[in-house]
């Protein structure tokens, strides 16, 4: 199976601070990584696909970068609103597998 | 627009069996492939299950294999997770997932709402 490692765990960042999270893969995964954001109480949503396209209607501050083993995302901009928990996941072979998880919390 | 809901949760005791359902709407079920996700309470997400678009195909997690089944009805646009043998590890949100296309690897673009598994005796 692919892992995923995701890091940091958590974060804490001011309003409109640039926000980096990181994923690797332990294999190659060419681009096969996507991205989510899980608000608290509420259903993971899809931010991004294929490393770095946006899914439709996710606006453009949210931007993913990498191929191979390792990917980032970004918030260039953090608001209150992207308080939540954000998940790479790779697609690339099964079982699908997601990392542990990003806490973005507004300092 | 898109939309996913799932239904069927609740609370079961050990080894006994639930059946999730997944009700779609707003787009062609039958072009894109599906898959159950799972979320136990305070925990990450763990992939389930998947289903292609023509439910020719067919994978699990090892954590669920021999338990669990997952299959659709296209002409009720409706994707079902049967799960047997229920264990107290089962305990979780389930969701139900579309992939972007019937392409085996592709990524998800839509979630459910979820619903709630609890295994307790």
């Known amino acids: 199976d692919i892992q995923m490692t995701q890091s940091p765990s958590s974060l804490s960042a001011s309003v409109g601070d640039r926000v980096t999270i990181t994923c690797r893969a332990s294999?190659?995964?060419?681009?096969?990584l996507a991205w989510f954001q899980q608000k608290p109480g509420k259903a993971p949503k899809s931010l991004i696909y294929a490393a770095s396209s946006l899914q439709s209607g996710v606006p453009s501050k949210f931007s993913g970068s990498g191929s191979g083993t390792d990917f980032t995302l970004t918030i260039s901009s953090l608001q209150p609103e992207d308080v939540a928990t954000y998940y790479c996941q790779q697609y690339k072979s099964y079982p699908i597998t997601f990392g542990g998880g990003t806490k973005v919390e507004i300092k | 627009q898109v939309q996913l809901v799932d239904s069927g949760g609740g609370v079961v005791q050990p080894g006994r069996s639930l059946r999730l359902s997944c009700a779609a709407s707003g787009f062609t079920f039958s072009r894109h492939n599906f898959h159950w996700v799972r979320q136990a309470p305070g925990k990450g997400l763990e992939w389930v299950a998947f289903?292609?678009?023509?439910?020719?195909?067919?994978y699990y997690a090892d954590s669920v294999q021999g338990r669990f089944t997952i299959s659709r009805d296209n002409s009720k646009n409706t994707l079902y997770l049967q799960m047997s043998s229920l264990r107290t590890e089962d305990t979780a949100v389930y969701y139900c997932?579309?992939?972007?296309?019937?392409?085996?690897?592709?990524?998800?673009?839509?979630w459910g709402q979820g619903t709630m598994v609890t295994v307790s005796s």
């Open positions: 289903m292609s678009y023509d439910g020719s195909n067919e």
């Open positions: 997932t579309r992939a972007r296309s019937g392409y085996d690897f592709d990524a998800f673009d839509a």
């Open positions: 294999q190659g995964i060419s681009n096969y």
